[in-house]
């Protein structure tokens, strides 16, 4: 602990009377934290949450520097293990609160007492590292003072956010691609809005390198919180007075702009560590982040609401602070998701199109658009000018300050809210108040990690593999590493190291700041550097808890460690197991001429699939198959299946067309997401066939095609009525017309 602790005064902020300062000084700090399930009720339907303590969130834990936590977690949960992380702290390998890689998962009514010296001070936080149980409301805050605190006024800000779904339940929706996630945030950009809004040829471009409709974040939120409340007032403030937040974002996957309306946010620390005071309008605070924000009460008594938006401006938390009249932060402008898509294909405007994927790009192609760039993209509305930048090797001037100035200035009848002279906080700004380059006389282990994705199929991965498809990254105790990571996906990912802080490498040089969590926008370049003075095991991951859970891991390995005190031979592939889950899904159509509709089984490498029909003329056809994917972007698979259908029809040679056989073939995603399949009976008979899914003609209606070389042909048309609900009406070459209802379940 003792390195630990000098090699992080030496590089970060503590000053050096302190670095000298033994480790357990202080006091012995004792908390008792129990798990357990909780009724709630946030939008007026009765949930079933966890909790910590009996609240969401769970308490604010205080310590100060040097003082010895001694943390007892009771698991009071009926089924389920649980574990807690202590999000950005310097501890022992054995206390981090991984399950299965550093700690032992807490079973249900076992408690586990964690006991480790608070060798730092700052704003963290705590969360569950089991599943999805961080989403249901396992988390909460940690302050640690200084030795030498200076008396201020100051208030925890713990952002998140609540849905009123099973987690588990958003996993697999999003796994399957469930529309009622944009249908419900207005992010669907169907074909009908582009055509009326003149996006036609934008969205066909899109369609066309089979990239998805692309949203800010996955998911809908029911709600979002400040302090476990959607609005709520801090009041304990006079007029005059400073007050030091302490924000906090524990969201599952909302990264939130946050705003006061009672003037400037002076940043005085991010993820816990000081940094050179910068003053702001508005920040936008990445998922698993902490900044400390100095404000000062305005003299008119007045309340002013301090405001955290979701990036996707679907939903805020406010707190007001004071207790005068209401004085609103102005509201952010919405998404203009068409003007998005635009800009998105103007950055690829120059690239060979349909050597494009949303998985595979190609850097060395991305590289060349640099200097596509034009300055329409500064002006464009609804865009965040960091969600553009394609490297950071963009020969672009200014590269630099333009990296997170924010452009969501959305639609031109909000543009009288805005302040031309506002400031927009960017990492570039972050700036330790010390040096922090690491001593050159070590060795530097170089480490490449490209961030990549299938958005249709929801796998997150590195270098397209998932955390069960790879192996540990091996570093050694006493080197300097230096991580690359390359965001070749459209969206932005909050990277997370456990155990350590790292340099951020960013305009400030040998001041970047330490952090313990950074955002990597789409196709970003970000450098991180850190000093090896650990051992063991330490988790490295997506905040984005459904990222992390779809695959986006990976384990940051101590060379020649000594083995883990807390764990039982074998318990690390519990780890390597998490991305691995199966879903199962399926769609039921109860039509005026069958009952038919088709069942998945899904895992990270292929599918079980089945269709089936069956008419009310006791005509039947089923469809079993298992499709392997064979390429990176999984786009190709191979699949061995059946076909057996008896629908008693004759042809005029009076032999009956029904069949059964059995059936080996390929399908390939073809640009316009066209599914090309051909296959081959065992009798010998070929077949070719073409189908698109779920063409989005206007926000809720969907038309599906299909034809093949049987002349066998299907127009299918949903609209929807609900989450799992759709209207049906079809034409098919066997069973003509019909209308029903759709399930999805
Ligand atoms: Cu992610």
Known sequence: MVTSFTAFAQHHSLSSEESHKPTYIGKR???????????????????MGLAINGSIPGPVLHFTEGDTAIIRVHNKLMMDETSIHWHGLLLPNEEDGVPYLTTAPIKPGQTHTFKFPLIQSGTYWYHSHTMLQEQSGVYGSIVIHPHNWKEQKEQVIMLSDWTDE?????????KRGLDWYAIKKNSVQSWGEAFVKGYLKDRAKTEWIRMPAMDISDVYYNRFFINGKSESTFADVKPGDSLRLRVINGSASSYNWIQYAGGKMKVVAADGLPVQPVEVDKLLIAIAETYDVEIKIPDDGMAYEFRATAQDISGHASLYIGDGMKMNAPDLPKIDYFAMMREMNSMMGSMSIGSMDMSGMDMKKMKRMDTGKDTSMMNMPGMDVKDMKMDSTMTMPNDTTMKKMDMSGGDMGNMKMENPDEVTLTYDMLRSPRSTTLDAKLAMREIKLNLTGNMI???????????????????????????????????????????????????QGEYSPMKHTFDIGPMETITIEFYANEEKDWFFHCHILYHMMAGMARVVSYENSPANTQLKPGDQKMVFKEDRKTYLWGQTKIASDAVFGYANLVGNKGIFNLTYRVSYKNKYEVQPDYQRFLDKRQFLSAYIGADIRNTFQVTENGKRVDRKVGVIGVRYLLPMFLLSELRVDHLGNVRFQLSRNDIPITKQLRLSLVGNTDMEFNIDFDYNIGKRFYIHASYDSDYKYGTGLTLLW
């Open 457 to 507: 199929r929801y796998v997150w991965s590195f270098d397209n593999r998932t955390l069960s498809q790879s192996d540990k990254i091996l570093i050694r105790k006493g080197e300097n590493v230096r991580m690359t990571l390359v965001n070749n996906t459209m969206m932005r990912h909050p990277m997370h190291l456990h155990g350590h802080f790292f340099r951020f490498i960013n305009a």
């Open 166 to 174: 099973n987690p588990h339940e958003v996993l697999r929706n999003l």
């Open 29 to 47: 700090v004792e908390y008792d934290l129990y798990i357990d399930h909780l009724k709630v009720n946030y939008s007026g339907k009765e949930r």
